[in-house]
């Protein structure tokens, strides 16, 4: 098994420092090529589809807007000098001594968003976020912290990527949720490292009463290597939590994700779903749903494809600690049905043409409250990649 | 429009089909009967081009072209078509969108033709995923209209289907061929006749699906052969009285 506590990085290799950008006032100023690579992670220039922005590079916020009351993004520094509160949101539910990743994390910080929607506050439009590495060999080490107070709505696209043509790379993201009674948080994160970069999330979410996490992870593009396993506890009655990731390893590729949800009170609900597929790569999809308390359903659906090579492994698991909990999942690793691509030819398609239906639909997985244009370019990722797999 | 001769084939190296030899005139309806297990499916399959059913002898000639090694997609888009009796699901793929995929470059109206054969409510929902037997049934039939082929394979169309909706898979096969006398949108009977003739071959196990389709000629599959062809209504009264084992005693 893979080192899941990042005994399998070398931080020697890595620089904690970089060259600070300028800071971008109007974002039709940036360079075209950093542009291309911002909306291929989601993150538009056009302003007026998104609530608010937070850009970083390397180590430099390089654009920061809100454009709705009570709603506020900044960098993490800057936060926690306004919100002398806020330092106590940080390392919380995560401990530095973790793991090697976050005492990494801990030691070299390197900035990180802060964004919180005000009680009752509903966020029309998707706040973006896009952390971005421009420089070879940096470790980039950010420390987020989101709050949704009670009652407010938030979607936040989270984009992340590394310039055109960089070979080396490390992004440790340390994020910490809060989702207070009844507030809703749609968070949508969406990856397009390079082939070369490595990346170690940590992330826990505190979800009370009746409040919502919706976690959408994609990852269609080639990288080095991914290890992440988020946290979240349903903490307060009548919580949800729903993860759906779509993954995609080309050879070369290692991924290693999941996500572990805990149901501590009652009428929680919790749903994992996982599509992936290798052509080449190592795909390793977790599930960990852990039911403390009678009352709660939670389901897991880890689905794997092999195309060609690669290897794909499904790892579901459930614990129920009382009687009255109702846990279920389905796993399934395996080819293409010949079956499903003969049917599709019956009906006129040649075969190339309904391997590739089978695999968009396979991976057509409902994610909510994605933009429309936003949901378009992930088809066209999808289309492309796929290109590449047959 | 679909002449077999002699044709011999094998799944995982077992003869399953013996010697078949048939032939379907352009605008004929022709019923096979036979026992479970008698190869029907293996037959209909084999027309087709599935993957593991092996032509070992004989060919297969469909509007004059032999096709015994044509690919599925080439059948299809020369103008066969199939209704599957236990069809895969497919995730993330909705009806609505394989019923355009049937149409293939021609315009469909998806909207109208669910609602004539009453499948609207589950054009958004993936490809047969959850569907009960005579939602099946109707699904396969609306992608056959969609994909209008000239020589129709069902495979057990009646099974699975309750009292209620089999009079509309009747009247929706017989559209199919042309032969219904429900939609005939305006047009004489033998306007209707004479617009692009359509040949279907229709596997029952039963024959209850004679009560709601015309056909032409029946025939009788027995352990792999082809042992009787004759009037359909004939053919079904004699099993009727005496059971396939009637076939087994002329096949003797």
Redesign the interface.
């Known amino acids: 098994m893979r080192d899941v506590n990042g005994g399998d990085i070398d931080f020697r290799q890595y620089r904690t420092e970089a060259e600070a950008h300028e800071y971008i006032e109007d974002l039709g100023r940036v360079a075209p090529s950093d542009a291309e690579k911002f909306l291929q992670v989601g993150v538009s220039t056009q302003a007026n589809e998104r609530a608010g922005t937070f850009i970083q590079m390397d180590r430099s916020v390089v654009h920061c807007r809100t454009g709705q009351e009570g709603l506020e993004i900044m960098g993490i520094n800057q936060a926690l000098a306004r919100h002398p509160w806020l330092a106590g949101y940080l390392w919380r539910h995560i401990s530095p001594d973790g793991d090697a990743i976050t005492a990494h994390a801990k030691a070299a910080p390197a900035e990180g968003y802060f964004i919180r929607a005000r009680a009752g506050v509903k966020v029309a439009h998707p706040v973006q976020s896009c952390l971005y590495i421009a420089r070879d060999g940096f470790a980039q080490n950010v420390h987020n912290v989101v709050i949704v107070e009670e009652g407010a709505e938030m979607h936040i696209i989270t984009g992340c990527a590394t310039a055109p043509h960089l070979t080396t790379g490390l992004h440790i993201g340390v994020s910490e949720f809060y989702v207070r009674k009844g507030g809703r948080l749609t968070f949508t994160m969406i990856h397009d490292w390079g082939e070369k970069i490595n990346v170690r999330p940590r992330s826990v979410t505190m979800v009370e009463e009746g409040g919502v996490l919706v976690s959408n992870y994609i990852s269609l593009r080639p990288l080095g290597s991914l290890q992440m396993f988020p946290t979240t506890h349903l903490a307060g009655r009548g919580a949800v939590g729903r993860f759906n990731s779509i993954l995609v390893a080309s050879r070369g590729s290692r991924l290693d994700v999941g996500a572990r949800i805990l149901l501590e009170a009652p009428d929680t609900r919790a749903e994992i779903i996982s599509r992936a597929i290798t052509y080449g790569g190592d795909i390793i999809a977790r599930g960990d749903l852990v039911g403390r308390v009678a009352g709660i359903k939670a389901h897991l659906e880890c689905k794997g494809l092999i195309l060609n090579d690669g290897l794909m492994r499904a790892i579901p698991e459930l614990t129920g600690h009382v009687p009255g909990v109702e846990m279920s999942h389905e796993a399934a690793v395996g080819r293409i049905d010949r079956r499903e691509i003969e049917y599709l030819m019956a009906r006129g398609l040649d075969e190339e043409t309904a391997v590739s239906t089978i695999v968009r639909g396979f991976l057509n997985v409902e994610i909510e409250g994605l933009p429309p244009p936003l949901r378009a370019r992930l088809d066209q990722a999808i289309a492309e990649t796929q290109k590449d797999m047959m | 429009m679909l002449t077999i001769e002699e044709l011999t084939v094998e799944i995982g190296g077992k003869p399953i089909l013996k010697n078949i030899n048939m032939e379907i005139p352009p605008g004929e309806t022709h019923i096979l009967f036979g026992p479970n297990g008698s190869g029907k499916s293996t037959l209909m399959m084999t027309l087709?081009g599935?993957?593991g059913y092996d032509v070992t002898h004989g060919r297969i000639l469909f509007k004059g072209e032999d096709i015994t090694g044509l690919?599925?997609?080439e059948r299809?888009?020369m103008g066969m078509?199939?209704a599957?009796q236990r069809?895969?699901t497919?995730?993330?793929?909705k009806t609505g969108q394989?019923v355009k995929?049937?149409a293939?470059q021609r315009p469909v109206a998806v909207e109208e033709l669910a609602r004539q054969i009453n499948c609207t409510q589950f054009l958004e929902r993936?490809v047969n995923h959850h569907l009960s037997g005579g939602e099946i049934k109707r699904s396969e039939l609306l992608?056959l209209l969609a994909?209008d082929p000239d020589l129709v394979l069902l495979d057990e169309p009646e099974s699975g289907v309750d009292l209620e909706n089999i009079v509309l898979l009747g009247d929706t096969i017989n559209r199919l061929l042309h032969r219904g006398v429900k939609f005939p949108a305006g047009k004489t009977h033998r306007e209707m006749l004479q617009a692009r003739p359509k040949s279907a071959l229709v596997i029952t196990h039963t024959g209850h699906i004679l009560d709601y389709i015309t056909a032409d000629r029946g025939q009788v599959l027995y352990n792999g052969h082809l042992c009787c062809s004759r009037n359909a209504r004939e053919i079904l009264k004699w099993i009727g009285e005496y059971g396939y084992e009637e076939c087994f005693r002329c096949a003797m």
């Not at chain 2, 497919?90 to 793929?93: F, K, T």
């Open positions: 087709m599935f993957s690919p599925i997609h299809a888009r078509g199939v599957f069809p895969p497919i995730n993330g793929l394989l995929v049937c293939g993936d992608q994909q």
